[in-house]
């Protein structure tokens, strides 16, 4: 139980397109989902939180203009870079809470290359 | 918010036992977990432990708890090379509020 899937998995695009990557629980309900950026050999970075059915809560320095995040329905979230530039390129990692142990459950990443 | 501090790498020969260290500020965190990320791979949830207990052992991983120091083990015994990966230990005030280790980078040799 407890599985959550991303995608896509892996995305190439030009600088100045959008990105939609979507989060999803497979096997649960999920009132609270994360997304978090991680850099390379570093630790997860939080970019926000969203709850579904209301605006997402976006951590200090995180552009909510820029990363478009929508909690439509217990089980999907999405994260929408707009106008991406290169300095996006990153590992996109959600996570969904519930369960059992009550923690964070993480999705496989998506790894975005804006050229 | 909270600190969590792991020592960045550790190497060990296959058939041997890791111990990856993590210690943490906040004495709030309800349950503590240990995460395991593979290459290009989200994060695992390999174990955890409620913070009343000092150890929990899981076929063959051990948390160790030690509360007044602040301080988690996860100690993998016969450590195997599928088991070389970046290990995070995690905790918090609760499941929406959780902080990450920079994550410790364990290699086994064959």
């Known amino acids: 139980g407890a599985v959550v899937s991303q995608h896509p998995s892996r995305v190439i695009c030009k600088s100045g397109t959008s990105v939609k990557i979507e989060c999803r629980s497979l096997?649960?309900?999920?009132?609270?989902m994360f997304w978090y950026r991680q850099f390379p050999k570093q630790s997860l970075m939080l970019m926000a939180t969203s709850n579904e059915g209301s605006k997402a809560t976006y951590e200090q320095g995180v552009e909510k203009d820029k990363f478009l995040i929508n909690h439509a329905s217990l089980t999907l979230s999405t994260l929408t870079v707009t106008s991406a530039h290169p300095e996006d390129s990153s590992f996109y990692i959600c996570s969904a809470r519930g369960g059992g142990p009550d923690t964070q459950y993480f999705g496989p990443g998506t790894r975005l290359t804006v050229l | 918010g909270e600190d969590v501090e792991q020592s960045l790498f550790l190497s060990v020969r296959e058939g041997d036992s890791s111990v990856i260290n993590c210690t943490y500020t906040d004495s709030s965190s309800t349950y503590l977990y240990w995460y395991k990320q593979e290459p290009g791979a989200g994060l695992q949830l390999l174990t955890y432990?409620?913070?009343?207990?000092d150890m929990k052992q899981d076929q063959r991983l051990t948390v160790l708890l030690n509360k007044k120091d602040k301080h988690l083990s996860l100690r993998i015994a016969d450590t195997q090379t599928g088991d070389s990966a970046i290990y995070f230990c995690a905790g918090g005030p609760g499941a929406n509020n959780l902080f990450f280790g920079t994550g410790t980078r364990l290699t086994v040799i064959p």
């Open positions: 096997d649960f309900q999920a009132t609270t």
């Open positions: 432990i409620f913070s009343n207990m």
